[in-house]
């Protein structure tokens, strides 16, 4: 008899509005880890929304950020120290030979897409990618040291600042990480090596210098540790593991202590396993948890695992936004204070949420934990998604929950200036949607010692030792998910779907056949003997749901934001006849006016919201309150209703530029 391995009750369905704006992440973390994962030679996305990034990533974003990348002058940073051709260094950061690596990583993964004739980069695009691949590789190599120190701010006859001098702005091991990211990438994913032998290199100088024994000093911004243990595990060379595990040790010991912006932004403050909660500047701080997270991986360290899921869980709870980001003050891109999440001041930035998925991904690898993903989730499609337009040639580099007429950049709103941006000074955030993009496929899909783990649910291709499946779903617009068996082992074999948190009452089917759906942990485990063409159905329901805030979120009390699915909505002012200011939410539904999709595709996606006027309020700016209702500013008054369109919030700023809000005044 085939068997369905659940355990335990249905967990509580986590619900937007009863933290802020987040769902209940993990807690004790589980004996064993979730499994190994599936890289892009054992998934292909195909046609859902997450496929379709991965075509216009590879049509337009990648070819966008290419030109952007020589346009900005960072190949001439490079061709400067390798030909001394005497031109000065091109930019204000020391960081930008990363916006290289990072196309190089995106540049890797589409190559090899287009080798197997998977994905969309053809003829002449395919070759303007591999003439920059091709290009960049030769710079980066000629600029190399014979040492093999690699960073061309600080090299050149006419650099200004030396080599190893400012750890805290310099940014060399920063640079380092992502160099080892593009290399991994090009030996994994074509077989090229030798982007590899510069990074190991350039890492075997920093172990040799910064190894135990050697100068007791770290990077003022963390990311060379997530990269040093997939080296490690690449090549088994254990000093770079023992290197990473080093650099998150260190770190905290006040090197950093009268620095610009003081220590906390560093993420020097104190040392990571003394935190309570996430603070200080956002991206380098998840990017350090990511580190930690891969070290105790590797460590078999729970004790240091189980410190790291308290930190996210604080984060998620207190310090995230309904949209996965993270990040509220611009002052030092930072975290707030707990429950510190205003809407329009939110900083949210891109390479923050590419942090996040980061970590989250290593948690839920460590942990096995469902609720990791559904935040992850959330992430992807609300927080991280936002930082991109539909073009995928313009990009946000915060990203707030609220715009307000008089918010465009100081200037009168003008179509013909979209308020994304083409590219930036500090131009972190398009080549990290690039790269990050490209590699979505490595973050669906785990195999284990008995079967097959769907973590993400896409449509897509999955082949593993011990089955091999078809994912065919219009997530997350639709809840429907059919997993069409395409082989299987002789042996029974146990497939895993997860259940994201918000799915309060699925239902799934094996060959029509009901069977139980009582998930207790959010994965549908299902054990058999599969044979090719069996079909597990999973229907998720997804209905339009209004949620509050934790109380705390002041700038959230008394308001709802709409929700469908882990997609979060929001409303546009082109969508509404009255002022954002001035709109009281009634009601959502889970279905766009009808008018509205066809007159515009971007709505097709949409919630329909009724809403109404709130009544003017008096000239008095701080009227007496409603001795009847502390809490009630507005007095209930009836009024007619008028239906709008709520976009996905990823989508909003795609038309004229105007006011948006998350968060909606209710009734």
Known sequence: MPSDTTTGAHRRAARLGTTPATTPAATTPPARPAGRPLGADHVVLTDGLLGGWQRRNSERTLPHVIAQVRTSGVLDNFRRVAHATGEPFRGRYPFADTDAYKTLEAAAYELARAEAAVGSVTGNSTAAVRAFYEETLALVTAAQADDGYLSSFHQGADATVPPWSDLAGGHELYNLGHLVQGALAAARRLGDHRLLTVARRFADLVVDRFGPGGRAEYCGHPQVEVALVELYRETGHEPYLRQAEVFVERRGSGLFATAPFGPAYYADHAPLRDLDTVSGHAVRMVYLAAGATDVAIERRDPARIEHLVRLWDDMVRTKSYVTGGIGSRHSDEAFGDRYELPSDRAYAETCAAVGTIQWG?????????????????????????AGVSRDGTRFFYDNPLQRRPDHLDGRPADPAQPLRRPWFGCACCPPNVARWISGLQDHVALE????????????CRVRSAALSVEVVTDFPWDGRVTVRVLDARDAPATLTVRVPGWATTPRATVDGTRVSTDVGDGWLRLTRAWRPGQEVVLDLPMPARLVTAHPAVDAARGAVAAVRGPVVHCLEQADSPVPLDEVVVHDVGAAPPSDDAARDPLLAHALTAHVSRRPAPSDDPYPAADRTDPDRTDPPTPSTTTPVALVPYHLWANREPGAMRVWLRHT
């Open 448 to 459: 284990t010692p008995d079967g097959l783990t769907l973590a993400l649910l896409t449509a």
């Open 361 to 385: 991904w290593r948690l839920f690898l460590a942990t096995g934990s469902a609720a990791v993903l559904d935040h992850v989730e959330r992430v992807l499609y609300n927080g991280f998604a």
